[in-house]
């Protein structure tokens, strides 16, 4: 069983930045693909940002150009930095880890961003 745990969320202000860690129990190159997820209140969660185990990445439109994913395979973390941050990024933000079989989760971490 794959374990992810997530860390660095954080209240900031609109225009800040941080920067979120996913810590995985098994080597991060060893899967399909690793994601960051957000759900925020009331809404369907939603795919952020992807690394491809090659290490191509794809964003979601409303993220692209404010927030870069990242992935240290020597540490077994991915990262996501966001920046320009808007009260619109407000979410529970979790990180996915696939194969071709299975998908696991992160138990989460809560960004808020102030106006």
């Known amino acids: 069983q794959v374990q992810l745990v997530e860390s660095g969320g954080n209240l900031v202000q609109a225009g800040g930045s941080l920067r979120l860690s996913c810590a995985a129990s098994r080597s991060t190159s060893s899967f399909l693909f690793m994601g960051w997820h957000r759900q925020a209140p009331g809404k369907e969660r939603e795919s952020v940002a992807i690394?491809?185990?090659?290490?191509?990445?794809n964003y979601a439109a409303s993220v692209k150009g404010r927030f870069t994913i990242s992935r240290d395979d020597a540490k077994n973390t991915v990262y996501l930095q966001m920046d320009s941050l808007t009260p619109e990024d407000t979410a529970v933000y979790y990180c996915n880890a696939r194969e071709i079989m299975s998908s696991y989760w992160g138990q989460g971490t809560q960004v808020t961003v102030s106006s």
């Open positions: 690394i491809f185990g090659g290490g191509t990445t």
